[in-house]
């Protein structure tokens, strides 16, 4: 019975994070939002042209073979005697010889793009930690100074116009990081850290995938990237390193409950909630969506998640607690 409730949970992930068209449309590879994209598309569409060239040619010699040779029916106690016809050796050399020019050239352009995007053009200002667990992005912002470190889930926000520099580590199963519009996989692979970088060309919010089967949830692990003029940049980064304030009222009261259920998996910045196993949700309702881009962060689909999260994603980690009605409505709070 879960099934039908699951599939409804991916349908809303895809219509209701609709205030960006560009995090809500099909995963498009094809189109170009950023840096690197820029220099890797021409080459993927030269690559796509060669391979559909070669199934159109090979496709029709099988039907002109078909077509030259009809009625081929074996007489009864006879043997049938197939032998070379003239000039076909010539063709296959000609075949062998402009397939090898055409992948020679499809090589040295590859490795001249991977040349161009192995490295960031200028050194990064922003430097961030993803690590990817099952089934939810850990998205950790590191500066020189310590104290200005802070940790955020499954969206990522960085300035547009600048290379942003990713540190990727796999915190269980292999995953792979992909954000189509920006640049390519690169997988996190446990007990080995890779690196990449992203640039965006203009703000706006850009849809990731991990890329990699990783179990059960691999298609409800997205991400969203958020990318910001750098002022704008500047003052979300400031607003992360604040505390919550003080709850009052119902608010004070489902702090409790959060601290008592949640908090030996969860963290808040600033309260006696300080597990690690789960994402940190220090202000959580600034993001855009829950459970990893699956449903849009508003009231209604965060007390829906937080009730029974098995029910959007069966099989994660987080189980569904025993609260009553009151206790949902003051955690909600």
């Given at each position: 019975m879960r099934l039908p409730r699951a599939l409804g949970?991916?349908?809303?992930a895809i219509t209701g994070l609709a205030g960006d068209a560009r995090a809500s449309q099909p995963l498009n590879y094809l189109v170009s939002h950023g840096l690197q994209n820029d220099v890797t598309l021409p080459l993927t569409k030269a690559l796509i042209a060669v391979s559909l060239t070669?199934?159109?040619?090979?496709?029709?010699?099988?039907?002109?073979?078909?077509?030259?040779?009809?009625?081929?029916?074996?007489?009864a106690g006879a043997r049938l005697e197939v032998g070379p016809e003239g000039g076909g050796l010539s063709w296959i050399w000609i075949g062998v010889g402009l397939s090898s020019l055409v992948l020679l050239a499809s090589i040295a352009w590859t490795v001249a793009v991977l040349g161009q995007t192995v490295h960031p053009p200028s050194k990064p200002k922003t430097r961030i930690e993803v690590t990817a667990h099952q089934w939810w992005w850990e998205v950790r912002y590191v500066d020189e100074n310590p104290a200005l470190d802070f940790a955020t889930a499954d969206e990522i926000h960085i300035p547009a116009g600048e290379p942003v520099a990713f540190k990727l580590i796999g915190g269980d199963v292999i995953h792979s990081f992909?954000?189509?519009?920006?640049?390519?996989?690169?997988?996190?692979i446990p007990g080995l850290t890779n690196e990449s970088w992203l640039q965006a060309d203009t703000p706006g919010t850009y849809r990731g995938q991990c890329a990699e089967y990783c179990g059960a949830q691999h298609a409800h692990m997205a991400f969203l990237v958020v990318a910001?003029?750098?002022?704008?940049?500047?003052?979300?980064?400031?607003?992360?390193?604040?505390?919550?304030?003080?709850?009052?009222?119902?608010?004070?009261?489902?702090?409790?409950?959060?601290?008592?259920?949640?908090?030996?998996?969860?963290?808040?910045?600033?309260?006696?909630?300080?597990?690690?196993?789960?994402?940190?949700?220090?202000?959580?309702?600034?993001?855009?969506?829950?459970?990893?881009?699956?449903?849009?962060?508003?009231?209604?689909?965060?007390?829906q998640w937080v009730s029974d999260p098995q029910?959007?994603?069966?099989?994660?980690?987080?189980?569904?607690?025993e609260l009553t009605a009151a206790e949902l409505a003051a955690i909600r709070a």
């Open positions: 949970g991916w349908g809303v070669v199934v159109l040619i090979i496709g029709l010699l099988i039907v002109a073979a078909i077509l030259r040779r009809p009625g081929l029916q074996p007489v992909w954000v189509p519009l920006l640049g390519g996989k690169t997988d996190l910001q003029s750098p002022q704008d940049f500047r003052r979300w980064r400031d607003s992360q390193l604040q505390s919550p304030a003080a709850p009052q009222g119902e608010a004070a009261q489902g702090a409790q409950l959060f601290t008592m259920h949640c908090g030996s998996c969860h963290s808040v910045r600033g309260t006696d909630a300080g597990g690690v196993l789960g994402p940190d949700l220090s202000h959580l309702m600034q993001r855009q969506s829950l459970a990893a881009a699956t449903l849009p962060n508003d009231p209604a689909h965060l007390s029910a959007i994603k069966p099989g994660a980690y987080m189980q569904k607690p």
